[in-house]
């Protein structure tokens, strides 16, 4: 019983290809939220998103939009893919954003997306 | 500008041993410290936290020690055990404004526990 998911695991594409990475967590959590992890491994947040409006955006191109059709799904869009795109992105969840907790996030296993 | 640093990519341990894992940060506005474990193939799994109000939280085998005017953060397993191995990532939480909360990570260490 899955709590984070993300569908596809892996993702190989041309570049200039646009392709999309889907999200989905059952934990009822009011916040979900993407990440990038390159190939240095940092882990760098890219998206959060709070009862369908963005409250979190860093300085990523574009091309990267989210989509999140309902509080439970969120999914990432992405646009004329470079190789400089290539890495693995992480979908998570947390409640309670507003309330000072401890904002655990709960974390997908992951997409490794390769761009040739 | 890397806030939250772990400078050792790599520990080895022997099981039974204890494994310390250390963080430092830069940025005086984070309010909370987590820990991650993450798996190979698998995302990062919440292991501890820490309020910036603490300096002592123990859950377990695991204690994590705040020392806030040396900005640095430690990660203890005792006793380690060969299924610890893992990459443990440092994580700091601050406001971000718009109501609004973000967590910045470090690089990670990887844990290694010899049998």
């Known amino acids: 019983d899955t709590a984070v998911s993300q569908t596809p695991k892996y993702l190989v594409t041309q570049m200039g290809n646009d392709k999309s990475i889907k999200c989905e967590q059952n934990?009822?959590?009011?916040?979900m939220y993407w990440y990038k992890q390159d190939s240095k491994k940092f882990l760098k947040i890219m998206f959060s998103y709070n009862n369908k409006e963005l409250i979190i955006n860093e300085t990523v191109p574009n091309r990267f939009s989210p989509k999140s059709p309902d509080k439970a799904h969120l999914n990432l869009h992405i646009n004329s893919l470079e190789l400089g795109d290539s890495a693995v992105y992480f979908c998570?969840?947390?409640?309670?954003?507003?309330?000072?907790?401890?904002?655990?996030?709960?974390f997908g296993p992951g997409t490794r997306l390769t761009v040739l | 500008d890397q806030q939250v640093k772990q400078n050792s990519p790599s520990l080895s341990v022997q099981e039974g041993r204890i494994s310390i894992l250390n963080c430092d940060y830069t940025n005086s506005m984070f309010d909370y410290f987590l820990w991650y474990k993450k798996y190979p193939a698998e995302g990062p799994t919440f292991l501890i936290s820490?309020?910036?109000?603490?300096d002592k939280n123990e859950d377990g085998r695991f204690t994590v020690f705040l020392n806030k005017s040396a900005k640095h953060l430690s990660l203890h397993i005792v006793p380690s055990q060969p299924g610890d191995s893992a990459v443990y990532f440092c994580?700091?939480?601050?406001?971000?404004?718009?109501?609004?909360?973000?967590?910045?990570f470090g690089k990670g260490t990887k844990l290694s526990v010899i049998p």
């Open positions: 998570a969840s947390s409640q309670d954003w507003a309330s000072g907790a401890t904002n655990e996030q709960f």
């Open positions: 994580a700091a939480k601050r406001y971000s404004g718009a109501g609004s909360y973000q967590l910045t």
């Open positions: 934990l009822g959590h009011d916040t």
């Open positions: 820490i309020s910036s109000i603490k």
